[in-house]
């Protein structure tokens, strides 16, 4: 069975601050993809990043970056010099590549961020 | 450039009384999702569709019930509504390969009194 542990419930930070959001996952497949979704207080869910399970590197884009690390099973999200924009609840997911797991995410429970200024 | 769309917005429902929730995508998405959000616990999949026909359960069937009689419709009953399906409901869908995101639609807040 696949798993995601977002163990951050709640971040609160003051504008310009870094966060890093936590992300855990479990899986027995072998190839398998990981996301980051935005969520804000609209409620609309926003893709933000995906990567595969074959692919380690780093990514930025903006102030986003991803960390991606297999051997700790993690896939970290950071805001660099965060906004209040960025109020949002962030969820980790994971879709693996077996006749189970196929196409279905597997959710993490999200973490709220709030950014004050 | 519509994704998908679902309908309605908000609803109230009384206990025991029944409903369906619309979701459409024009992206010619074989795959297609139904999940609730409940406070502080993330998505559970409720039921998934791989093409027009074909429809299996997810994590938290119970309650609900979908049919999948084109590509673009996807919709999900509600039987009997209990206060324990007080929830927000996400449709989605994808080009079915596992290394697509979704796309969502913009959720059914419902709620049973």
């Known amino acids: 069975a696949q798993k995601v542990t977002q163990a951050q419930t709640e971040i609160s930070v003051v504008e310009k601050e870094d966060v890093t959001l936590d992300c855990v996952y479990e899986?027995?497949?072998?190839?398998?993809?990981l996301f980051w979704y935005k969520q804000p207080p609209s409620g609309e869910l926003v893709f933000l990043i995906r990567?595969?399970?074959?692919?380690?590197q780093n990514e930025i884009s903006g102030r986003y970056s991803w960390n991606f690390q297999k051997s700790t099973s993690s896939f970290n999200f950071t805001i660099t010099a965060s906004q209040v924009v960025d109020s949002a609840v962030y969820f980790c997911?994971?879709?693996?590549?077996?006749?189970?797991?196929?196409?279905?995410?597997?959710f993490g429970a999200g973490t709220q961020v709030v950014v004050t200024p | 450039n519509a994704g998908v769309t679902q309908t309605p917005k908000f609803r109230i429902l009384k206990i025991g009384q029944s409903m369906t929730l619309q979701c459409t995508q024009d992206?010619?998405?074989?795959?297609m999702y139904w999940y609730r959000q409940d406070p502080g616990m993330g998505l559970k999949l409720i039921y998934y569709?791989?093409?027009?026909?074909?429809?299996d359960k997810g994590e938290v069937p119970n309650g609900y019930n979908v049919s999948r009689s084109t590509t673009e419709d996807f919709p999900l009953r509600l039987e009997l509504a209990a206060p324990s399906q007080t929830s927000v409901y996400f449709c989605?869908?994808?080009?079915?390969?596992?290394?697509?995101?979704?796309?969502f639609g913009s959720g059914t807040r419902l709620t049973v009194v």
């Open positions: 989605a869908s994808s080009s079915g390969t596992a290394n697509y995101g979704y796309t």
């Open positions: 899986t027995r497949d072998t190839t398998y993809y």
């Open positions: 990567r595969n399970s074959f692919d380690e």
């Open positions: 997911a994971l879709s693996g590549s077996s006749a189970d797991s196929w196409g279905k995410f597997q």
């Open positions: 992206m010619n998405h074989n795959y």
């Open positions: 569709s791989v093409g027009a026909g074909i429809t």
